[in-house]
């Protein structure tokens, strides 16, 4: 849904908007699902109320959307992309302009028709970015999973800390909306990484038995701090990454790094057994990954601003800290 996102919302001014709406309402779900869990004790309702009532309710909605035109021209069909165009202007009750003509890029030595193999003949700088970008999403899923599984081990009722975090999700969700722009993708990812290690070093010194930490509000702070931060971490990665892979494979590549995420999820919970022979392993696991997850996003180019890339070649220009231009007109319709 990230890529889709991101195009349909390809107007540089409304990207960072449409992104933080769509990944807020992630938050509030975490928080209603929380309050449901409680009072739902039957395992098949929730299963049932969760699963099939919502999934079907989704997959209604998912069948109503247009297809991106953004993903139509950059295969080069232009009449598809016309055509999806079209049905977003009825939605919307917006006329598009008479005087619009999509065409064929007609750069040469330009192919609109790639995969995502094509990553593997962009310029080195390229590989070590996408590189880093995998690594990131893997650091992301690890910290963000270790840190839902680990609520047990913060003091109070585990549903009410679960609503907690869900619900302070919000002002995180609200800050990339304020900022996200201003700031700039990189920026904020910096600093939420940074608050992140703050409240990570918090809970550490929690688990060695630093009398300043032995304080239930401060260790539940810091863990909510640090479990909102990195939501809105994910909210923010799903959107650069879209922003920086091209049209012709965004799904595909924004895809992989997800299923490369999937498997920080899986190894959050074999670091999570280290928790029975010493709690802080968990803590210094969770540290040096975002450190290293920090020194790696910033070396990545920012995005804020930019037009979304179509090809390969605009994509290793985006990486190299060049500007490049991408079906101008189409972006600022769609």
Known sequence: SSGINAEYGSLVRYRNACNTVKEGM???????????????????????????????????VATMLPESPFYYAGKGDMDRAMNSLQKISRTNKVPLPHSLVLERPTKPGVTTSESIFGVLHVSLVSKVGVV?????????ALLLYCLSYHVSAVPGDVYNNSFLMGLTSVPAYYWLYRYGDKLGRKKCLINLYILTICSL??????????????????????FVTARSCMLAI???MYLYTSELYPSSARSGLVGLSSMIARA????SSYVLVLDTYDPSLVYIICLVAAVLA?????RLPDTTGTQLPQTFAECDALFQ???GGLLEDLSRIA
């Open 294 to 298: 920090l020194l790696l996003l910033a």
């Open 132 to 140: 880093s970008l995998f690594y990131a999403f893997f650091t992301m």
């Open 264 to 267: 920080g999820a899986i190894l």
């Open 201 to 222: 070093l918090v809970a550490w010194c929690d688990t060695r038995g630093t009398a300043l930490f032995q304080t239930i509000t401060i260790q539940l702070i810091a």
């Open 321 to 323: 800290g060049q500007a």
């Open 26 to 60: 992630f938050g509030f779900g975490l928080s209603i699902s929380a309050v449901m869990l409680y009072y739902i004790t039957s395992w098949r309702l929730q299963f049932v109320i969760l699963c099939v009532l919502l999934g079907v309710c989704a997959l209604i």
């Open 234 to 236: 994910a909210s923010l």
